[in-house]
């Protein structure tokens, strides 16, 4: 049963009326004020329950050449632990020798544990506009779900994650492309904003916790979920660098400079964004 | 684990290998990926999002630090003197284009991306950074409000200072985070012009 799930209640009809009264204001002269009335309408409804069911009976399908669920993937807490984990992610695997993200982890235990080849799902990670949902959303959409309320805590005990959190620091400054942007140019400042949207400072507990703790999230303005790796990819997209891989490296690498520097903030995912 | 790992672990897994069971050790610093190195294993080239421009020029080098600072005073003079030099002014003299077309760039946030057509011209996405038309509600923090820009007047110096701040803004900032849209030809000499006038006319919606 999904955190969401007791509150759904009247959702659908909800979700229809949000749309209907969302589309003429897309472009509103104050998007957070319509966002934030969005909010407060939702009250504590969520339109990503669904996605979160989807994630959880993707969860417990069995599939792959081996036949088996994703539910002995291990996340870090234990092999079958969902509860919390992905607020201690991303983290050192012994078993991968590598430090992995939510996503990485689940393409891991596809590959492992159902022995499939994911692939495919690379080619297409994450949905575009009208588009059903991926696998990989739903899935990220139950375990953040079940993360809800848990503390951030990503860990820098393995020397492993202590060099992806320096790499992801460097990779945070690097200033590339035609227009000289890194991640620095939009996320190092407080209480900036670029058009209407506020840009939280990475650098700092607070901009860095309000960020990590709000993906995957429900992105009012698409009308779906949007995971982190997606977010990556889209930052990297509008610095004019070419397209970040899902579960890459350098992706995991800032997820973790942006967990570490999160450390005691709560989980809210997935949140309602604009 | 087939892609996974051919694709973006085989490296973290070769010095999880080297440094081996149960011991501390850590890889020889020789096989450390740099930041570069990671970026260009993490992305693919997408449309006219190519590899090459993970390749940093001396400018995007320095001022690849939290400190933002582009080194030494002697670093910081080398830089401004190489960004002052890379300033090509109007051919025919003539600084100011039309504001309502310089509105258009100014509002436009395509361009270079890998979605975006290359055919079509790119903007200059003035306002998701600075407040210019004060009645554009939409507007970025990240840089300084240019409402009223146009107060300063169009001396010659006014418009030698605005056209080379736009064309490469290193020469006042060493490491400004602005882009330089002339030295990176990300926007053509009308394209500018138009910017200019924008700024500078005494019609433009920016100065009213």
């Known amino acids: ?274 | 684990m087939k892609t996974l790992v051919k694709v973006f672990l085989l490296p973290v897994i070769a010095v999880g290998v080297l440094a081996g069971c149960e011991t501390k050790q850590v890889a020889a610093p020789a096989a450390e990926a740099t930041a570069k190195d990671m970026l260009v294993s993490s992305m693919k080239a997408k449309n006219q999002a190519t590899m090459d421009r993970l390749n940093q020029d001396e400018l995007q080098v320095a001022c690849s630090n939290a400190a933002n600072s582009g080194g030494d005073a002697a670093a910081v003079e080398a830089l401004r003197k190489a960004a002052e030099a890379s300033v090509v002014y109007p051919a025919d003299g003539n600084f100011l284009g039309d504001w309502k077309n310089g509105n258009a760039i100014a509002a436009n946030g395509k361009g270079l991306q890998w979605n975006d057509n290359p055919s079509e011209p790119n903007g200059g996405n003035c306002y998701a950074c600075h407040q210019l038309d004060p009645n554009e509600v939409a507007y970025g923090t990240l840089g300084p409000s240019l409402t009223n820009y146009g107060m300063r007047g169009q001396s010659e110096m006014m418009l030698k200072y605005t056209w080379a701040k736009i064309y490469n803004p290193h020469v006042y900032n060493v490491c400004s985070h602005m882009p330089r849209f002339g030295a990176q030809k990300i926007l053509t000499e009308q394209q500018m012009k138009d910017i200019m006038a924008l700024l500078l006319d005494p019609n433009s919606p920016v100065n009213q």
């Open chain 1, 1 to 274: 049963m999904t955190k969401l799930h007791n509150k759904a209640g009247a959702l659908v009809g909800v979700a229809a009326l949000c749309t209907a009264l969302l589309a003429p204001v897309a472009v509103a002269q104050d998007d957070d004020d319509v966002f934030a009335e969005y909010r407060e309408m939702m009250g504590d409804e969520n339109p990503a329950i669904f996605t979160i069911e989807e994630g959880q009976e993707l969860w417990e399908t069995p599939m792959g050449p081996n036949n088996v669920s994703l539910e002995q993937c291990d996340l870090g807490l234990g092999a079958g632990v969902v509860d919390g984990a992905l607020a201690q992610l991303p983290r050192y695997f012994e078993d991968a020798k590598a430090v992995q993200d939510v996503e990485a982890r689940l393409l891991y235990c596809m590959e492992t544990l159902q022995g499939r080849d994911v692939i495919d799902l690379l080619v297409k990670p994450y949905s575009s506009a009208g588009d059903q949902g991926t696998e990989l959303e739903a899935l990220v959409a139950f375990i953040a779900d079940r993360s809800m309320d848990a503390v951030v805590n990503v860990p820098q005990g393995h020397p492993e994650e202590q060099k992806m959190y320096k790499k992801g620091e460097e990779i945070f400054f690097y200033r590339a492309g035609p227009h000289d942007f890194s991640c620095a140019t939009c996320h190092s400042q407080t209480d900036k904003r670029i058009r209407l949207q506020a840009l939280p400072n990475l650098t700092t507990n607070e901009g860095a916790g309000f960020a990590f703790t709000s993906w995957p999230g429900y992105r009012i303005s698409e009308g779906f979920l949007r995971t982190m790796g997606w977010r990556m990819q889209s930052c990297g997209r509008q610095q004019r660098l070419p397209q970040f891989q899902t579960g890459s490296e350098a992706v995991i690498a800032l997820e973790t400079y942006m967990g570490v520097n999160a450390k005691g903030a709560v989980m809210a995912a997935p949140g309602l964004k604009r």
